[in-house]
């Protein structure tokens, strides 16, 4: 009985296309419209796809973001009321990646960003032995990532970091300082390794 079944179902075309009929609608519905609903809040935007678990802390009026964007799972992204993040078009931001914007972060076209990567535009003030590190200011700066970058896993882009065009940045370096067009970063402290 059983294999009679089984041998109905799987030589009925009614069944495979309620199947993915059915398949279809629930990931559409469970999946892109609602994401592309929360990108439109929060982004302004319908070009931004967002994936599971994405943590968007913070407002600001500076937020610029273009087209075909993908904020992969479990991302988290702050912005500071007077933050001013800009991101171009075509960009990936991997599973896991940290984007902290107290001042500025500006992301060109055609980025890769690897998964567990952090970028962040501040740091904390330690300077001054009678004071409570904690109650400090925070520090704060840019980073700047050009066009067509690619940033392997696992990255730190720390407050002051320049990422020229066309960069390769290897697997966990922390990143500071000004990186040149075209060049192949890895190590660390970071270093040029080569040229594309």
């Not at 993915?20 to 935007?45: A, D, H, W």
Request: charged share 20%; hydrophobic share 40%; proline share 1%.
């Amino acid at each position: 009985m059983i294999s009679i079944v089984n041998t109905f179902y799987k030589n009925n075309s009614f069944f495979d296309f309620t199947r993915k009929v059915i398949y279809f609608l629930r990931s559409t519905f469970k999946l892109t419209i609602l994401s592309k609903l929360r990108s439109f809040i929060y982004f302004k935007s319908l070009g931004v796809t967002v994936g599971k678990q994405v943590t968007l802390s913070g407002f600001s009026s500076n937020l610029y973001v273009g087209s075909d964007i993908n904020i992969y799972d479990s991302c988290k992204i702050e912005l500071a009321q007077n933050g001013r993040l800009q991101i171009g078009n075509r960009v990936i931001l991997s599973y896991g990646v940290v984007l902290s914007c107290s001042n500025k972060i500006t992301i060109g076209d055609n980025v890769q960003i690897g998964e567990y990567s952090s970028l962040r535009d501040a740091t904390h003030n330690y300077k001054g032995e009678q004071t409570i590190i904690m109650n400090n200011d925070d520090l704060l700066g840019e980073v700047e990532i050009g066009n067509n970058v690619w940033i392997g896993r696992n990255c730190l882009i720390v407050a002051g970091a320049k990422i020229g065009n066309g960069v390769v940045v290897g697997a966990n370096a922390i990143v500071k300082g000004v990186l040149e067009d075209n060049g192949v970063y890895a190590g660390n402290p970071i270093r040029k390794i080569g040229n594309r």
